[in-house]
């Protein structure tokens, strides 16, 4: 029987921090003084009454956490002078580890630190406020609990939970940590050495697993295992620290230590899991979560439950911010649905198989049943494949874990000596990247949740309920599980791509991604969108194995950052770029693009029609719009059929390129811009095309496409479908008749 009692206090505490979290410290203070008399006026020995005590007291605690830590960032002088962006010189130590990011061609890297002094030519104050600061380049000694100093311009920052943003211009070397971080990072690198001599992606994915270091894990395999439902094993999570747990206490005990000393060794290895995987606020949540694993298991349902709750109310006292937190809400929803679903699901199962196997079946169902509404709120995706995925991946996960661990330990002594641990841990990684790598390239991994997501909150006790009659039944529930992963693995044929198609507008999200038809599984591919797997997965289904030119028509992310999706299992024979670049393989040709370019392949003749070497539009010409206006726009001709591929151009290149070209007739338009709102009516007029392809993203942030382009379009009599509504967009011609065919 499970202990209910604390879950409608925690779930209260959880939902006011949330709310508390985005107000100030005076609405913070007001609750917690209102709670406190409350709780002072409740009648304390009254039968049912302890639990609302308990509920308000707990409110009162986490409150007063939240009212501290916004009065101390209100009214911070770090906070002052932000909001003055004032010139500073400050004394910081490096709280978390540093990430890098590229932001037009040029690398630069995030961290957040701890501000100990501040000193400007008017103030020198000493104070203990976290900032995130932004360096130029990639540094390699930004290592947690290291101190420096630095010079920049501070400025306030959006989050309520920090004191400022750092631009930061010059910097000084940096301390070492005391020597626990030290340790832990000697550790870290001794993990990543001892699987130095297997793959790149066992290389990534072992620090990963150990202690959350997945800056090396490449953007495709992160996309892979989200599509998988595999993300939870990228980060660190209760999972890691639970299998860290058990086999120390399994030592432990084989070792003699007693019950009290379980105990000390299991709060030493907590500590030391932190410590390994920095004090992140994940780390802090999957410290808790492994904590009421070790409790159910000590304890059982009863004690699991209780300890859920407490540690809900345990975290958000000790950082208010988990209560808005993705990760937060997931282990939390995947923890509840282990301890309350899964003996469930498993007792009809354990009546025809054996415990090991019902129990993994049962555990990552649970888990995926209780996560589903959440992941569709975030992610707007439900992965297909994430239980059998997690039941295949699942067996590898623990010996590559304490593998890893055991790597970077024995690499402090010797690193030769480390590298046949390392190898077990690289195998066993080689496994769980096959999975995901497997499991993403179906056509049904995933589905799109295109409805609210409290629907799911319906839907799911429904679907559980489903399960768990059909569970007691083998032949029914066998057959159906079969029929789904036949459907998964072989999804139902729908004609795609249509016979006689020329050109596809990919459904590739916000951004563009368009393929021309070269015969023989052979394509021209103008930009790669923002997702490589949505692009994957679109040349897959066009069976293109080739890629006969790669054109990048500007730098943005949503043109370029699918480029490891193109290269993905299929040849690319060249690039080519404007002004503004784009990504490439050092094995691969590569040429700028510039007005009179032409190229002949498989059918396709293409022109380049801008942008002149001159660059006559300006990156200050109007705002955002400098690389937009620098997009190369092909004219491509292709049996007959005329297409107009635009990028981005936005009105000041459109009518610059009509003065240049007065000839721009074509039947096809790809709109410029995803459909922005900023079009020249007489360069539409110019092209007179009858159909237009918009390629955007559903519900994006930018209103593309706008009202006002669509009347543009329909004013010059051009028929549209968008990718956001209608999916992927193929142009193709019949009997010499054009026409335009959906998936």
């Not at 209260?12 to 508390?20: D, G, R, S, Y």
């Not at 784009?582 to 590569?590: F, K």
């Amino acid at each position: 029987m499970h202990d209910l009692r604390m879950v409608p206090s925690a779930l209260a505490v959880w939902t006011i921090t949330a709310v508390l979290v985005t107000t100030d410290s005076r609405v913070a203070l007001g609750l917690t003084i209102s709670a406190v008399l409350t709780a002072g006026l409740l009648p304390h020995t009254a039968p049912g009454r302890r639990p609302l005590v308990v509920t308000v007291v707990c409110v009162a605690a986490v409150g007063a956490s939240c009212a501290w830590r916004l009065t101390t960032i209100e009214h911070s002088p770090l906070t002052d002078l932000a909001n003055r962006h004032q010139l500073a010189t400050l004394d910081v130590q490096v709280a978390r580890d540093a990430s890098t990011f590229t932001q037009h061609g040029q690398v630069s890297t995030v961290v957040e630190v701890l501000v100990r002094r501040v000193v400007t030519s008017h103030t020198d104050v000493r104070t203990r406020d976290h900032a995130t600061a932004f360096l130029k380049g990639a540094p390699k000694d930004l290592v947690v609990g290291r101190r420096l100093t630095v010079r920049g311009r501070v400025m306030p920052s959006d989050s309520t939970d920090e004191a400022a943003l750092i631009d930061v211009l010059s910097r000084g070397p940096t301390d070492r940590a005391s020597w626990w971080w030290e340790a832990s990072e000697r550790v870290r690198e001794g993990v990543r050495r001892s699987v130095e001599h297997t793959g790149a992606e066992q290389r990534a994915l072992v620090p990963a697993l150990v202690d959350g270091d997945d800056s090396r894990i490449s953007d495709l395999a992160k996309d892979d295992f989200r599509r998988s439902g595999l993300t939870h094993l990228m980060a660190v999570s209760g999972t890691n620290l639970t299998i860290v747990l058990a086999v120390l206490l399994v030592v432990g005990k084989a070792a003699g230590v007693r019950r009290r000393g379980l105990w000390v060794l299991g709060a030493v290895s907590i500590v030391g899991f932190v410590l390994l995987a920095r004090p992140d606020p994940s780390v802090v949540r999957a410290a808790g979560m492994g904590v009421v694993g070790v409790a159910a298991l000590g304890y059982g349902d009863r004690g699991g439950v209780r300890a859920l709750a407490w540690a809900i109310i345990g975290l958000l006292f000790i950082d208010p911010w988990l209560a808005r937190s993705a990760g937060f809400i997931l282990s939390v929803c995947a923890t509840a649905g282990i301890l309350l679903l899964a003996p469930l699901l498993a007792r009809p199962l354990l009546r025809w198989m054996p415990r090991w196997c019902a129990l993994a079946l049962a555990v990552p169902l649970a888990a995926q049943l209780a996560c589903t509404p959440a992941i569709a709120a975030i992610s707007g995706q439900i992965s297909l494949v994430a239980v059998v995925a997690n039941i295949f991946a699942g067996p590898a996960v623990a010996p590559a874990t304490v593998a890893g661990l055991l790597g970077g330990v024995v690499a402090l002594v010797s690193v030769s000596l480390s590298y046949p641990v390392g190898l077990v841990a690289g195998l066993c990684a080689s496994w769980i990247l096959e999975v995901a790598h497997r499991s993403a390239s179906l056509d049904a991994a995933s589905l799109t949740w295109h409805g609210p997501w409290q629907l799911l909150i319906v839907v799911v006790p429904l679907v559980t309920w489903a399960i768990f009659h059909i569970s007691s039944r083998p032949v029914l529930f066998v057959g159906l599980s079969l029929g789904l992963l036949i459907a998964i693995w072989r999804p139902p044929e729908t004609g795609w791509p249509p016979a006689g198609w020329l050109m596809v507008a990919c459904d590739i999200g916000q951004g563009d991604a368009t393929v021309l038809d070269a015969g023989h599984g052979a394509a021209v591919v103008v930009d790669a969108g923002p997702d490589p797997s949505a692009v994957d997965r679109c040349l897959d289904r066009l069976d293109i194995h080739r890629v006969l030119v790669m054109v990048f028509t500007h730098g943005h992310a949503d043109h370029i950052d699918g480029w490891p999706g193109v290269v993905r299992g299929r040849e690319v024979d060249q690039i080519a770029v404007g002004p503004t670049g784009g990504p490439g393989g050092a094995d691969i040709p590569r040429h700028v693009a510039v007005p009179g370019d032409t190229f002949s392949l498989g059918g396709i003749q293409a022109e380049v029609l801008w942008p002149p070497p001159s660059a006559p539009i300006k990156v200050t010409d109007v705002a955002g719009s400098g690389p937009n206006n620098l997009s190369v726009v092909l004219a491509v001709e292709m049996r007959g059929v005329r297409l107009m591929l635009t990028g981005d151009i936005e009105p000041e290149a459109q009518d610059k390129l009509l003065r240049a070209h007065p000839d721009l007739q074509a039947d096809v338009i790809k709109m410029p811009h995803h459909g922005s709102s900023r079009q020249s009516s007489a360069f539409f007029d110019a092209v007179g095309a009858r159909f237009a392809t918009i390629s955007d993203g559903a519900g994006n942030d930018y209103g593309h496409p706008a009202a006002a382009a669509l009347e543009l379009l329909r004013q010059h009599h051009v028929q549209w479908w968008r990718t956001d509504t209608d999916g992927d967009i193929a142009i193709v011609q019949r009997d010499g008749r054009l026409s335009v065919v959906t998936d």
